[in-house]
């Protein structure tokens, strides 16, 4: 079983940075990739940023230039910094595992709210 615990989130002003961790424990298989989901009120759950076990990393086009990923194979964390928020950037942001076996772990969510 596959643990995923977040941290991080909180309330920020606009152009303000925060800075998600994921950190997974438990049992795992290969790892496809680890990354970061959100989901707004109303939204559907999206892609934020996701790195896989060869190191490329991808973004969703809202976060380009704003978000950065990174991820430590040896400890399987996945860490998220974001900088230059926006109200729109408002979500609950969902660590995400895919495992070459097992499919997808979630994390519980951390809120992440942005004022203008």
């Known amino acids: 079983q596959v643990q995923l615990v977040e941290s991080g989130g909180g309330l920020v002003q606009a152009g303000g940075s925060l800075r998600l961790s994921c950190a997974a424990s438990?049992?795992?298989?290969?790892?496809?990739?680890m990354g970061w989901y959100r989901q707004a009120p109303g939204k559907q759950r999206e892609l934020v940023a996701r790195v896989s076990s060869d190191g490329s990393s991808n973004y969703a086009d809202s976060v380009k230039g704003r978000f950065t990923i990174s991820r430590d194979n040896a400890k399987n964390t996945v860490d998220l910094q974001m900088n230059s928020l926006t109200p729109e950037d408002t979500a609950v942001y969902y660590c995400n595992l895919d495992s070459a076996i097992r499919g997808n772990y979630w994390g519980q969510g951390t809120q992440v709210t942005v004022s203008s």
């Open positions: 438990g049992t795992m298989f290969k790892i496809n990739s």
